[in-house]
């Protein structure tokens, strides 16, 4: 074992591996390896400029056991502290990690030939694996770190599991429909983690052990820091992968969408309507189909003959527009033998180019191609942004793939199983990178999908396709919270779900409303969903262009009947109400990395109780929400920490640092408001 300092930075070498142990940030450490000669440099998610570059370095003697027969005197240590985080070397090669001289992460020591533990080392496990791949440049690596007991882990990003701590969970490091690896995590031990790799593979939160495995990769690139509390542990987390711009005051409001407006006549009709009773949408959605087909990317002319003249009238009303953009290139597009020549699509190593079917025969872009960037961008917006669009809805930007088989896929620069987790982000950039440059004014586009960084993007993200019950309704509360930990700030969801059978149903209009409520008090209030039953006509027998596929049913305010009308509009003038509030709350998470709905345990690090609840939660500092997640329940328990806390229903004060039970209508989530 071989140890150096490098300009701050903790090197050691072993076995035919380099390590690197730097200052990243405030109270922060960078750590990398590699089986090559060199590193590859990418920063992947830490793309800001870290305040600290370094660190306190030692290398001495060891003084503890080494195995059988070792001397001490053969071997080094190292050691290297940057603030309140401090990390060691052992003579084995075994990092372990320190805040404030207290252990809180530690690699697993069970290794051949002894490292800590005399009674471990016929084990023979490794705690960095690399293997190297048959055919190919790149390795698998698998990374273990021993289990703490009692520890609770959240953040990740975005899984439809019912667990919003994830320790004894396993997590697919792939991206899906409903599903966004964002592979950053708090820990109730004072850290928070960054698996800076989008490699796909998995992560194991054992209770005897952690394990991260990239299936391809070439370094190991994780980054670690360790702080007071979970806000400081999401500032330094966002000091070095970017913060959310300022979210526009004009988009706090309502979003309008359904599937799907099938003419710009309709739109007009809907807004005009809205207008008409003195209902202020902020933004209306153009969903998919619109197009003549996939990939072609512009209006069917037939059923938007001019969508200019639909833009400026939605402007005359204060109304943005944003339209649906899929990834994917049906054969039959004009743009599809263009960009398969040029080698602006995904490749498939094996079998036919398909990588996608939904209505149609598909391939999807590769926006790792700066030709691909430039070629979708001046599609769009010859087609799109020159008209007056005003944002882009880029669904399907995982992306969908009609078989999860990355080992089929490769794009310009790496095969996709090195590099495919942050697809949705690069996506996402051959948007935003260009409109920054045409437009004045913030970037806000909506995707399904991201990565870690994927905040400094204007990326609002949505929890993706899901059931229409209360079930998943109760997810996506843990969902969004680990999503706002991950660093995504900007997350919403489709209002009473995606997948709805019959909006006549009561049973469903309940839980419409339970969530219409939960959404008032979030990032961003949207009204979307595919609404059952499917009994409109399509508006023409092609097979192709805006007026084929089918439509969902009215997913306006005023479609659920008069009663649950006049809830929903009773909860929009609150949200309208608190508009000022909901700005800081922008402010603050473009400042710290704050996300505006946040975990029990953000607000009160100290409180044991909160790091235990998953079904509330707290609207920025002064809000406490407690959505309602069964059916025909009309009242809940709600934990309140120290404190005074009023009720917004009826002005009750309740003192804090208990549970209490409230009433909850039909017409009332219970919010309450703490008091100074």
């Known amino acids: 074992m071989v140890f150096t300092s490098d300009n701050g930075a903790l090197v050691f070498k072993t076995k035919g591996e380099t390590v690197r142990i730097e200052a990243w940030g405030e109270n922060a450490l960078r750590v990398r390896a590699t089986m090559f000669p060199?590193?590859?440099d990418r920063?992947?998610?830490?793309?800001?400029?870290?305040?600290?570059?370094?660190?306190?370095?030692?290398?001495?003697?060891?003084?503890?056991?080494?195995?059988?027969?070792c001397n001490p005197d053969w071997h080094e240590v190292g050691e290297i502290t940057n603030g309140r985080i401090k990390a060691t070397v052992n003579f084995a090669g075994v990092m372990s990690f320190f805040r404030d001289g207290k252990l809180i992460l530690r690699e697993d020591f069970r290794s051949y030939g002894g490292t800590i533990s005399k009674d471990s080392r016929c084990l023979k496990t490794v705690n960095r694996a690399w293997k190297g791949?048959?055919?190919?440049?790149?390795?698998?690596?698998?990374?273990?770190?021993?289990?703490?007991?009692?520890?609770?882990?959240?953040?990740?990003?975005?899984?439809?599991?019912?667990?919003?701590?994830?320790?004894?969970?396993?997590?697919?490091?792939?991206?899906?429909?409903?599903?966004?690896?964002?592979?950053?995590?708090?820990?109730?031990?004072?850290?928070?983690?960054?698996?800076?790799?989008?490699?796909?593979?998995?992560?194991?939160?054992?209770?005897?052990?952690?394990?991260?495995?990239?299936?391809?990769?070439?370094?190991?690139?994780?980054?670690?820091?360790?702080?007071?509390?979970?806000?400081?542990?999401?500032?330094?987390?966002?000091?070095?992968?970017?913060?959310?711009?300022?979210?526009?005051?004009s988009l706090m409001g309502l979003w309008q969408c359904k599937l799907r407006y099938r003419t710009q006549e309709e739109v007009l009709e809907v807004a005009r309507k809205y207008k008409a009773e003195g209902i202020?949408?902020?933004?209306?959605?153009?969903?998919?189909?619109?197009?003549?087909?996939?990939?072609?990317?512009?209006?069917?002319?037939?059923?938007?003959?001019?969508?200019?003249?639909?833009?400026?009238?939605?402007h005359s009303m204060g109304i943005k527009v944003i339209i649906s953009v899929w990834p994917s290139v049906d054969r039959k597009s004009e743009n599809f033998y263009p960009m398969m020549e040029k080698g602006l699509l995904i490749k498939t190593e094996r079998g036919a180019a398909q990588t996608y079917d939904y209505q149609g025969d598909c391939v999807e872009i590769d926006p790792f191609n700066p030709e691909t960037v430039k070629y979708v961008w001046e599609k769009c917006k010859a087609n799109y942004y020159d008209y007056g669009i005003d944002a882009f809805w880029l669904d399907n930007s995982e992306p969908d793939l009609g078989v999860y088989d990355f080992d089929n896929l490769r794009y310009y620069d790496a095969p996709a199983l090195e590099v495919s987790n942050i697809?949705?982000?690069?996506?996402?950039?051959?948007?935003?990178?260009?409109?920054?440059?045409?437009?004045?004014?913030?970037?806000?586009?909506?995707?399904?999908?991201?990565?870690?960084?994927?905040?400094?993007?204007?990326?609002?993200?949505?929890?993706?396709?899901?059931?229409?019950?209360?079930?998943?309704?109760?997810?996506?509360?843990?969902?969004?919270?680990?999503?706002?930990?991950?660093?995504?700030?900007?997350?919403?969801t489709d209002i009473g779900g995606f997948m709805t059978d019959d909006v006549n149903d009561p049973d469903f209009r309940q839980l419409l409303i339970r969530w219409y409520q939960f959404a008032v008090y979030s990032a961003v209030l949207r009204m979307h969903g595919d609404r059952g039953p499917?009994?409109?006509?399509?508006?023409?027998?092609?097979?192709?262009?805006?007026?084929?596929?089918?439509?969902?049913?009215?997913?306006?305010?005023?479609?659920?009947?008069?009663?649950?009308?006049?809830?929903?509009?009773?909860?929009?003038d609150i949200r309208i109400s608190m508009h000022d509030y909901i700005k800081s709350l922008y402010k603050e998470a473009s400042e710290n990395g704050s996300p505006l709905i946040r975990t029990m345990f953000y607000e009160f690090p100290k409180d044991e109780k909160c790091w235990d609840l998953d079904d509330q939660y707290m609207f920025g500092s002064e809000y406490l929400c407690a959505p309602?997640?069964?059916?025909?329940?009309?009242?809940?328990?709600?934990?309140?920490?120290?404190?005074?806390?009023?009720?917004?229903?009826?002005?009750?004060?309740?003192?804090?640092?208990?549970?209490?039970?409230?009433?909850?209508?039909?017409?009332?989530?219970?919010?309450f408001r703490r008091l100074k």
Not at 44 to 62: C, Y
Not at 292 to 313: C, I, L, N, R, S
Not at 433 to 438: F, G, P, R
């Open 423 to 492: 697809y949705p982000q690069m996506y996402s950039r051959v948007f935003y990178d260009n409109m920054e440059t045409v437009r004045k004014g913030e970037v806000v586009n909506l995707l399904r999908c991201a990565w870690a960084g994927s905040q400094k993007y204007g990326n609002v993200v949505w929890s993706g396709d899901i059931p229409s019950t209360f079930e998943s309704f109760a997810t996506q509360l843990k969902a969004g919270l680990n999503m706002g930990l991950a660093g995504i700030a900007w997350w919403t």
């Open 534 to 572: 499917y009994n409109i006509p399509a508006l023409d027998d092609r097979d192709w262009g805006g007026g084929y596929l089918h439509t969902g049913q009215p997913n306006e305010l005023w479609s659920y009947g008069e009663d649950n009308y006049k809830i929903m509009r009773h909860y929009y």
């Open 38 to 40: 060199k590193f590859t």
């Open 43 to 69: 920063a992947w998610a830490l793309t800001e400029k870290p305040t600290v570059t370094k660190g306190d370095v030692k290398i001495g003697k060891p003084t503890e056991w080494c195995g059988d027969g």
């Open 280 to 314: 202020k949408i902020d933004q209306i959605v153009i969903d998919f189909f619109h197009w003549t087909v996939q990939g072609d990317w512009k209006f069917d002319k037939k059923y938007w003959p001019d969508p200019k003249a639909m833009v400026d009238e939605l």
């Open 133 to 249: 791949l048959y055919g190919a440049t790149d390795y698998s690596l698998d990374v273990r770190f021993e289990g703490n007991d009692g520890e609770k882990i959240f953040g990740m990003g975005q899984y439809q599991y019912p667990y919003m701590n994830l320790k004894g969970c396993t997590l697919e490091l792939a991206q899906r429909n409903s599903q966004a690896s964002v592979p950053f995590l708090i820990s109730n031990l004072g850290y928070g983690f960054l698996w800076n790799n989008p490699a796909v593979g998995e992560v194991t939160f054992g209770s005897n052990i952690t394990r991260w495995i990239a299936k391809a990769t070439k370094d190991m690139d994780y980054w670690i820091t360790a702080d007071e509390d979970p806000k400081k542990i999401e500032a330094n987390y966002t000091s070095v992968t970017g913060h959310s711009p300022m979210f526009p005051e």
């Open 628 to 671: 309602i997640f069964k059916l025909n329940c009309f009242e809940r328990e709600v934990y309140l920490p120290a404190g005074r806390w009023q009720l917004t229903s009826d002005s009750t004060v309740f003192e804090g640092g208990k549970t209490v039970t409230v009433k909850a209508p039909i017409e009332y989530m219970p919010v």
